[in-house]
Each structure stands twice: as C-alpha cells, then as structure tokens.
T-cell receptor
Framework: KNQVEQSPQSLIILEGKNCTLQCNYTVSPFSNLRWYKQDTGRGPVSLTIMTFSENTKSNGRYTATLDADTKQSSLHITASQLSDSASYICVVTTTTSGTYKYIFGTGTRLKVLA | DAGVTQSPTHLIKTRGQQVTLRCSPKSGHDTVSWYQQALGQGPQFIFQYYEEEERQRGNFPDRFSGHQFPNYSSELNVNALLLGDSALYLC???????????????FGNGTRLTVT
C-alpha cells in the first residue's frame, strides 16, 4: 500500500534554533517528493522538489534530503523564525499507466516560540 | 497572475443539506483536484478533473461529485451532508494530468465547511 509517514507529529522550538522533519514513504513507483508548507488557514505551498537522482536541495533556510534506497526524506530548517510556524507536508508522486497520483503525509506541525 | 481562487471562504450548513464549492485554477493550468482536510490531518484526495472529465477518484462516497467547465474552473458538490463532512476543502490546480509530474500543485486557501 502506498503510504507516506511523517515524524514528529508536532514540534516546538525556540526562535533561532534548527530542526529536522522526517518523511518515510512506501510508494512505488517513485516519481518525485515535494515538501509543502501550510500556514494556518491557508493552502499548502511548495517548498522544494526532490527527484530520484537528487540527494540534497536547498531553498533559503530550508534544506531537503532524499535517500531513495531507504525511502526517507528530511527537511532541515536552519535558524528558525516565527514565520516558520506552520504544518509541513511531505507529498510523494507516483505513476500508474501514465497517470500521476499524489500521496500525502499527515504533516508535522511546527511551532516556533520567541 | 491570479493564483487558485476558491469560494466561499467559509460556509455553515445543516446535516442533510447540499453544498457547492467553487474553484478557479491558476492561469495556464487545466487540471483541478479537490482535497478534504480535517483538522490536524493531511489533505485527502477526493477527485481530479481534466478535460471536463473526472480522471481519478479517491476513497469518497458518491455523495461527493464534481464538474469542470470549459474555462477549467470546477465545482465540488456534496449531497446529504454529514457532521463528518466538516473540514477544509482545498482545490489544487496543475498542468495536464500526463505532464504534471514536475510541476507543483498550486493550492487555493480553501473553503472551511462546518456542518451542524
């Protein structure tokens, strides 16, 4: 069964600290993996995409990693800011007969405190 | 360049009633997907429309139906509302179903539906 699991479920950190969010997937075949940020009351917004051949990709203070062998991805946030408080959702794309499907994780809720 | 727009933003309905939610995709996008997001949960896929046809469907009952118009906008209809239908309904647009793997889903800010 195609599944995406994220950990931790929730996280509280102090402003300026770093944190790492985890995503494990059992999706096959694998096309790509995206991390989305969802602010409260808003729709998710794409942060980064990881394809099979990519190990690390950065977008400002966000760095995503992908280990296709172990089917794990992480999102590392450096020097957190109050505006980083949001849910972070891992989404894996898979294909079936040329049709793309998106498998969503349940998200990690991050709260950054001053 | 307008992003994905959804209406209404909030809605309160009574059990048994019917509701219609609307979505206009991002300019240049032709595929619309609908998701249900319960509080504290990730989005659950309802269905996807491309070329005015339902192309994929998630594990949702027939009470959930949709439509896509020639201008690519879309509606989500829910009949015989249940308390459990209370959620944030998100619309996401993308490029054509077979060409969208590399492009992200662009989400609207959702419609918050409360069923009492």
């Amino acid at each position: 069964k195609n599944q995406v699991e994220q950990s931790p479920q929730s996280l509280i950190i102090l402003e300026g600290k770093n944190c790492t969010l985890q995503c494990n997937y059992t999706v096959s075949p694998f096309s790509n993996l995206r991390w989305y940020k969802q602010d409260t009351g808003r729709g998710p917004v794409s942060l980064t995409i990881m394809t099979f051949s990519e190990n690390t990709k950065s977008n400002g203070r966000y760095t995503a990693t992908l280990d296709a062998d172990t089917k794990q991805s992480s999102l590392h946030i450096t020097a957190s800011q109050l505006s980083d408080s949001a849910s972070y959702i891992c989404v894996v794309t898979t294909t079936t007969s040329g049709t793309y499907k998106y498998i969503f994780g349940t998200g990690t809720r991050l709260k950054v405190l001053a | 360049d307008a992003g994905v727009t959804q209406s209404p933003t909030h809605l309160i309905k009574t059990r048994g009633q019917q509701v219609t939610l609307r979505c206009s995709p991002k300019s240049g996008h032709d595929t619309v997907s609908w998701y249900q997001q319960a509080l504290g949960q990730g989005p659950q896929f309802i269905f996807q429309y491309y070329e005015e046809e339902e192309r994929q469907r998630g594990n949702f009952p027939d009470r959930f139906s949709g439509h896509q118009f020639p201008n690519y906008s879309s509606e989500l209809n829910v009949n015989a509302l249940l308390l459990g239908d209370s959620a944030l309904y998100l619309c996401a647009s993308s490029l054509g179903a077979s060409r969208s793997w590399g492009s992200p889903l662009h989400f609207g800010n959702g419609t918050r539906l409360t069923v009492t």
